[in-house]
Nanobody, 114 residues
């Protein structure tokens, strides 16, 4: 059974930074592309960023391009999302997901403190 544990969220001022982590188990992590999604109250869950299995190729939503960086450490079965220059609209619960698996972690809350 795939398990994804999201962490690293918190309260942050506009312009601040956070690094999210997602630790995976129950799958061969290095075989799968991974993604970060987010969901704000009253909105649908949206794709934020994705990375290929080896980490060489990344893609981002236009709204976060240039501010967020997705990366992974396959030796640690961990996915990261470095978030810089945070904006109020980035407030959401963030989730990681493995391509091909319909499993979600518990999510981690990122909240604008303004």
């Amino acid at each position: 059974q795939v398990q994804l544990v999201d962490s690293g969220g918190g309260l942050v001022q506009p312009g601040g930074s956070l690094r999210l982590s997602c630790t995976a188990s129950g799958l061969t992590f290095s075989n799968y592309a991974m993604s970060w999604y987010r969901q704000s109250p009253g909105k649908e869950r949206e794709l934020v960023a994705a990375v290929t299995s080896g980490g060489a190729v990344t893609n981002y939503a236009d709204s976060v391009k240039g501010r967020f960086t997705i990366s992974r450490d396959n030796a640690k079965n961990t996915l990261y999302l470095q978030m810089n220059s945070l904006k109020p609209n980035d407030t959401a619960v963030y989730y990681c997901k493995a391509l091909g698996w319909n499993s979600w972690g518990q999510g981690t809350q990122v909240t604008d403190s303004s």
